[in-house]
């Protein structure tokens, strides 16, 4: 997949009526781990607590066990969503208990939407993290444009 096809499939999906941002990062979700020869086995949407230093688990999709709907990370506890405000997209090994215990062992995670400045740093408003046996340079490229060309689409939608 190419950057400018991605851009186009970010455009693409834009383009179609969705109730609110989460559910249009949802489509994306679906959309990449169908996706068959990027190997990815599940994919999830976290948004960023505005009351406390958590990320939140708001969607997951694909062929791992199911997290608790309800579950949330402090960012003290999983360092990659620090990460993300200076790098964008990261490629890491799962270091969370329940996250390992369902089967997410290796993950590479983008942050999307605004930054939001906290007493304990800037964060993204979301990141979406995919899962795969194998996550390759390649596969963190297409991740740094999705994340990119979402954000940079977001407040073009709310016109």
């Known amino acids: 997949m190419t950057q400018r096809e991605i851009y186009k499939l970010v455009e693409r999906l834009f383009s179609y009526q969705f109730e609110n941002e989460l559910d249009l990062l949802c489509a994306l979700v679906r959309y990449f781990v169908g996706r068959e020869e990027l190997n990815i086995i599940g994919g999830r949407v976290w948004e960023l607590d505005s009351s406390e230093d958590v990320y939140s688990l708001r ?16 960012i003290s506890e999983q360092p990659v969503f620090d990460q993300l405000s200076a790098r964008r997209t990261v490629i890491n090994y799962e270091t969370d208990t329940l996250l390992l215990e369902k089967g997410i062992h290796l993950y590479s995670a983008t942050g999307v939407g605004e930054m939001v400045k906290r007493a304990s740093g800037k964060f993204y408003s979301y990141a979406l993290a995919f899962n795969g046996v194998h996550l390759n340079q390649e596969f963190f490229d297409i991740l740094s444009v999705i994340g990119s060309a979402a954000t940079t689409a977001m407040p073009n939608r709310k016109n």
């Open 59 to 74: 969607y997951q999709f694909g062929e791992v066990d199911v997290i608790p709907d309800d579950y949330s990370i402090k």
